[in-house]
C-alpha cells in the first residue's frame, strides 16, 4: 500500500495559540484528502475534505474558520487549529487518495493536547 | 443515509480462539463495506472490503468477513486469534466502492483484548 505521513505524532500548546498539522503522501499524488477527528475510545469523525487547489468541504458543525485546511500541493494537506482551547484536545487523522489507487491511505494521527 | 453499529465495544478471546466481531449497517443504496484495524497511537489499516462481488470477503492477518443483506450484517472472523490481533477494529459504510469520492461512516469501533 501506499504511505501518508502526519507531523507531528504528537503537540502539547497553549490555550489561545495555533498549531499546525501536516499530512503527506509518500509515494503517490494525492488529489483527495480527508481529517478526521477522533476522541478517546470513540470513533473517527469526518470533519472535512479537501482536494487539491480547491477550498476545503467542511461537514456540518465543523468551523472552517477555526480548522484551517489546505490543500496546496498533490503531496501535502495541512490542518490549522487556530486559537486552540483544551476542548480541541483529540486524536487528529488524515486520509488520503489519489494516483493509481483505489482507497484512501491513512496517516499515523497526531494528538492535540492544548494545556 | 448510512450507519454502523458494531455491537460491544470490548471484545476478549483466548489466544487460538474464534474472533468475532460484529457489524450492523443501514443504507438508503446499496452499500459499500469495509474493516480497519487500529493499533494505539496509530492511523487506520484496511483490512478488507466488500464492493457487492464475492458476499464472502477475505483480507489480510487471516481475517474475513461475510455480507448478509438479509441480515444487513458484515461481521468480522478470525479462525484462530493470534495476541497480535490485539487493537481496535471499525467497520465502516460508504457509498461508493473506493470509500473515499463518497463520505467513510464509522462504527464506534470494537476493542480485541486476546488473553493468554
Known amino acids: 500500500g501506499a504511505v501518508v505521513s502526519q507531523h507531528p505524532s504528537w503537540v502539547i500548546c497553549k490555550s489561545g495559540t495555533s498549531v499546525k498539522i501536516e499530512c503527506r503522501s509518500l509515494d503517490f499524488q494525492a488529489t483527495t484528502m480527508f481529517w478526521y477527528r477522533q476522541f478517546p475510545k470513540q470513533s473517527l469523525m469526518l470533519m472535512a475534505t479537501?482536494?487539491?487547489?480547491?477550498?476545503?468541504?467542511?461537514e456540518q458543525g465543523v468551523e472552517k474558520d477555526k480548522f484551517l485546511i489546505n490543500h496546496a500541493s498533490l503531496t501535502l494537506s495541512t490542518l490549522t487549529v487556530t486559537s486552540a482551547h483544551p476542548e480541541d484536545s483529540s486524536f487528529y487523522i488524515c486520509?488520503?487518495?489519489?494516483?493509481?489507487?483505489?482507497?484512501?491511505?491513512f496517516g499515523q494521527g497526531t494528538r492535540l493536547t492544548v494545556v | 443515509a448510512q450507519s454502523v453499529t458494531q455491537l460491544g465495544s470490548h471484545v476478549s478471546v483466548s489466544e487460538g480462539a474464534l474472533v468475532l466481531l460484529r457489524c450492523n449497517y443501514s443504507?438508503?443504496?446499496?452499500?459499500?463495506l469495509f474493516w480497519y484495524v487500529q493499533y494505539p497511537n496509530q492511523g487506520l489499516q484496511l483490512l478488507l472490503k466488500y464492493t457487492s462481488a464475492a458476499t464472502l470477503v477475505k483480507g489480510i492477518n487471516g481475517f474475513e468477513a461475510e455480507f448478509k443483506k438479509s441480515e444487513t450484517s458484515f461481521h468480522l472472523t478470525k479462525p484462530s486469534a493470534h495476541m497480535s490481533d490485539a487493537a481496535e477494529y471499525f467497520c465502516?459504510?460508504?457509498?461508493?466502492?473506493?470509500?473515499?469520492?463518497?463520505?467513510?461512516?464509522f462504527g464506534t469501533g470494537t476493542r480485541l483484548q486476546v488473553t493468554l
Open positions: 465502516a459504510v460508504s457509498q461508493t466502492p473506493t470509500g473515499t469520492a463518497s463520505k467513510l461512516t
Open positions: 443504507s438508503s443504496v446499496p452499500p459499500y
Open positions: 486520509s488520503a487518495r489519489g494516483g493509481r489507487h483505489t482507497e484512501a491511505f
Open positions: 479537501s482536494n487539491e487547489g480547491s477550498k476545503a468541504t467542511y
